[in-house]
């Protein structure tokens, strides 16, 4: 049996489309939001996710770990987009404290300045590609979606559908 049979009958009509829809959406609007912020900014939607992380941490320091796990990036892939903001002067790595063996990546001065710069302009393609298609009533239930499944995926909390809809 190929895989597409597979698939087409181990999720009934419903939760095919859905998903369909929503991973090509979500394919598509990656590389919408990635294209524009290249054509934009210079910054991939990695390099804008990092400095977001950074910026939002404690004394914009992150251990690469936990940049690793908060980007779902694997230790070797977050040491090599480090590498390369490191190369533009966005970031700098710096050795943990508590930790010999250990690493920080951390915002420098001139990374903070360049997300100040894109921040802007990545929020109006993410109103355009995203927010503007998304009815004002509908915005709360997606946020509960995401935030349920965005807690499963992190290993939190296993509930199921909202028994209250959206």
């Not at 992380?53 to 040491?79: G, K, N």
């Amino acid at each position: 049996m190929t895989w597409v049979r597979l698939m087409l009958t181990a999720l009934d009509g419903r939760e095919r489309r859905a998903w369909a829809a929503y991973i090509e959406s979500s394919l598509r609007l990656e590389t919408l939001l990635d294209e524009a912020l290249r054509d934009e900014t210079g910054l991939t939607l990695f390099d804008y996710h990092v400095l977001v992380l950074l910026s939002q941490a404690p004394q914009h320091r992150l251990r690469m770990s936990e940049l690793a796990d908060r980007m779902v990036f694997s230790r070797s892939r977050i040491t090599y987009q480090v590498n390369s903001m490191i190369k533009r002067g966005l970031v700098v790595r710096e050795a943990a404290p508590d930790d010999r063996r250990g690493y920080r990546a951390v915002l420098t001065a001139t990374g903070l300045q360049v997300l100040t710069d894109a921040a802007p302009r990545h929020a109006e393609s993410v109103r355009t590609l995203f927010l503007d298609q998304i009815a004002d009533d509908e915005l709360p239930c997606i946020e509960r979606v995401f935030v349920r499944l965005q807690a499963h995926l992190r290993g939190g909390a296993q509930g199921g559908a909202d028994v209250h809809g959206c």
